[in-house]
């Protein structure tokens, strides 16, 4: 079984409660996509969302499909159960049977439109009982969610000199969401790790020819085309090394898709003026983050402070690796903790392991069934549309927060749910946490203010 389907089946076994045996044919049910003309883009990325989940997605009628996704005002072409999905404007809808709107948008709003297609589609192709219920119809109209700031979609967007944390899941989807945008500028792109098999059931941009490969480089390689008004810059290091290296100042804008809240605070203490941050939490929701230096807003250290069940985890991750919890609270593994991690696991070079985010390898190591532990805690990755959308939302919190911001949203906090449309009441306004490490840091905040005051 391909690291990626294994990923898929872990999930959905520990999402429904059952074996991994018995939901494997769960994820082979046929998904049969019918397109109206004209919406051939929308089509096609749905279907790259669905085959990343799903191994039988088809465009030709064959066999009966248990679930058919239907594009506009096209006519059914089988007796299976019709997701029908249509966008106009800055509108998509996703519900049961026909819908009124068409199959041809902004790219942008057949993105959105595409992640919850698929997940209405996976939601009633594996007929089991997700523990996340699926909201439909599921309407949204994202000229009301974000008010007259929508127009900045449509407009030149200057992100300047910006710099993004992770290459992986959430990093492949911000560049998906700007592939749709005119995004102008350079983004250095900064991560140690390579693409792991596990990792192909939600990159957008990469498949099989990406394994072993440094997941940066990889992601200029193959998303530079598609915007050619943004210069990417592949590092295959930490963002720290990469700014040490290129002698620069701390980042003016810094967009994060990491894999680890203690990640997401030791960036936070890098100082970049803007942040723009998007995680998942399994299968069942999305969180975006955005801040500004020297407000009274929360910062990504506050957000993403030390949650009661992360001390475990880490312990969890220190006894699998065999390693001393204090080198997992460096984040990246050393070159002796590398040793270490060898001599417990002899078919790992460790050389290969030096420099690596632990939860990454972590994770890695979960999706290859590979963990020598006694406890049957594993690190769920979510299912490759729920990262897509994070990142897609992403994008667009920064193309309407970019330039003119006078109408950008208040909000710099925001829970959505893959399975349902976006909830307006839902955004929060974070004030500063108490205690916060960075925050409260009287040096810090000074060479902060010196820096962006
Ligand atoms: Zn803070």
């Not at 959105?112 to 009982?129: D, Q, R, S």
């Amino acid at each position: 079984m391909s690291g990626a389907r294994q990923e898929n089946v872990r999930t959905l076994a520990a999402a429904i409660g059952r074996s991994e045996a018995e939901v494997e044919q769960l994820l082979d049910a046929t998904v049969l996509i019918t397109c109206a003309p004209g919406g051939e883009r929308l089509a096609h990325y749905v279907e790259i969302l669905l085959a990343r989940t799903l191994s039988n997605v088809r465009r030709d009628v064959g066999s009966a499909p248990a679930v058919e996704v239907v594009l506009g005002a096209a006519a059914p072409r089988s007796r299976a159960r019709v997701i029908g999905v249509g966008v106009d404007g800055y509108r998509l809808e996703v519900r049961e049977g026909a819908v009124a709107l068409g199959a041809a948008a902004r790219p942008i709003v057949q993105l959105v439109a595409a992640c919850y297609a698929a997940a209405a589609a996976v939601h009633t192709a594996i007929g089991a009982e997700l523990p996340v219920p699926l909201r439909m119809p599921l309407s949204v109209d994202l000229e009301h969610l974000y008010g007259a700031a929508i127009a900045r979609l449509d407009e030149r967007i200057e992100l300047g000199r910006c710099f993004m944390a992770g290459a992986g899941a959430i990093g492949n989807a911000v560049l998906a969401g700007f592939s749709t945008l005119d995004v102008h500028g350079e983004l250095h792109i900064c991560d140690p790790d390579d693409a792991s098999d596990g990792n192909l059931n939600r990159c957008w941009w990469f498949d099989h020819e990406d394994l072993e490969k440094p997941k940066a480089e990889r992601l200029v390689v193959r998303a530079q085309a598609s915007m050619p008004n943004l210069r990417l810059a592949p590092h295959v290091v930490t963002l720290r090394d990469a700014i040490k290296t290129m002698g620069e100042k701390p980042p003016e804008t810094l967009i994060v898709g990491v894999d680890s809240r203690r990640a997401r605070r030791s960036l936070q203490s890098e100082m970049p003026r803007r942040v723009f941050d998007a995680s998942t939490t399994g299968i069942t929701e999305l969180v975006l983050h955005v801040n500004e230096a020297l407000t009274d807003r929360a910062c990504m250290s506050c957000v993403y402070h030390e949650a009661p069940d992360e001390g475990a985890h880490e312990a969890h991750v220190a006894d699998a690796l065999g390693v001393g919890l204090a080198n997992v609270r460096q984040n990246f593994v050393s070159a002796d903790a590398a040793r270490e991690i060898a001599k417990k696991y002899p078919e790992l070079d460790a050389a290969q392991l030096q420099g690596l985010a632990y939860d990454s390898l972590f994770k890695q190591l979960c999706g290859k069934g590979q963990l020598k532990t006694s406890t049957a805690e594993r690190v769920l990755a979510p299912f490759g549309f729920v990262s897509v959308l994070a990142g897609v939302m992403l994008a667009i919190e920064i193309a309407i927060r970019t330039g003119d911001v006078r109408q950008a949203p208040a909000h710099n906090y925001w829970r959505i749910s893959p399975w349902g449309a976006p909830i307006a009441r839902m955004r929060e306004q974070r004030a500063k946490r108490p205690g916060c490490e960075f925050c409260g840091n009287s040096t810090l905040q000074g060479v902060v203010k010196s820096l962006w005051g």
